[in-house]
Nanobody, 119 residues
Framework: QVRLVQSGGGSVQAGGSLRLSCTASGDMLSFNVMAWHRQAPGKQRELVASITSRGRTNYLDSVKGLFTISRDDARDGSKNTVYLQMNSLKSEDTAVYYC?????????WGQGTQVTVSS
């Protein structure tokens, strides 16, 4: 089992910035992918950004150049922390953001955190 604990989020005006964090711990493998997904009201959950344990990143087209995903892995393998720096936020970024951890065929999810951007 892998446990995910999210922090960050909140409310901000359009053009502002927020940073999300998520720490994973438990039975983690050396190769894994951590990601941020979001779900807006009435819409399907979508992948915002992902980063592999080797540092390869992938972004949703609409957030490229605005959001940055990064990670910090403990040397002893005890925990991995993924961050999402969100700049120049827009009202359409309003959603519940979920942290995701994937290894082999196992998926784990954080508790979700609300991000609200007011125009």
């Amino acid at each position: 089992q892998v446990r995910l604990v999210q922090s960050g989020g909140g409310s901000v005006q359009a053009g502002g910035s927020l940073r999300l964090s998520c720490t994973a711990s438990g039975d983690m493998l050396s190769f894994n992918v951590m990601a941020w997904h979001r779900q807006a009201p009435g819409k399907q959950r979508e992948l915002v950004a992902s980063i592999t344990s080797r540092g390869r990143t992938n972004y949703l087209d609409s957030v490229k150049g605005l959001f940055t995903i990064s990670r910090d892995d403990a040397r002893d393998g005890s925990k991995n922390t993924v961050y999402l720096q969100m700049n120049s936020l827009k009202s359409e970024d309003t959603a519940v953001y979920y942290c995701n951890y994937r290894q082999r065929y196992q998926d784990y999810w954080g508790q979700g955190t609300q991000v609200t951007v007011s125009s």
